[in-house]
Nanobody, 128 residues
Framework: QVQLVESGGGLVQPGGSLRLSCAAS????????IGWFRQAPGKEREGVSC????????YYTDSVKGRFTISRDNAKNTVYLQMNSLKPEDTAVYYC?????????????????????WGQGTQVTVSS
């Protein structure tokens, strides 16, 4: 059974940092394009950051460039999203997802395709 499990969310003050983890079981993440998506209340889901399969390519939506970093640890079968300088508008449920068709990161983050697997999400709340 394939599972993606997000963790690392929580409540943080503006300007703070969090590191989200997406740990996989039943699937080897380095064979997938991986994306972090988020959905805030009343808003559509958006692609935040995506990473290709072992080719080093990454994509970031404009609002998080310079603040968020996506990375892989293949030994741990985990993908991370380091989030720095958090803002209240970053508040959302964050999901990781995986696509075995290996779409380019910018395309996967466009949201035009869903992918094979999704996690259950982790809440990130940025508030003073």
């Amino acid at each position: 059974q394939v599972q993606l499990v997000e963790s690392g969310g929580g409540l943080v003050q503006p300007g703070g940092s969090l590191r989200l983890s997406c740990a996989a079981s039943g699937v080897t993440l380095n064979y997938y394009t991986i994306g972090w998506f988020r959905q805030a209340p009343g808003k559509e889901r958006e692609g935040v950051s995506c990473i290709g399969s072992n080719d080093g390519r990454t994509y970031y939506t404009d609002s998080v460039k310079g603040r968020f970093t996506i990375s892989r640890d293949n030994a741990k079968n985990t993908v991370y999203l380091q989030m720095n300088s958090l803002k209240p508008e970053d508040t959302a449920v964050y999901y990781c997802a995986a696509d075995s068709r290996l779409p380019p990161p910018h395309y996967y983050c466009s949201g035009l395709i869903s992918g094979d697997y999704w996690g259950q999400g982790t809440q990130v709340t940025v508030s003073s």
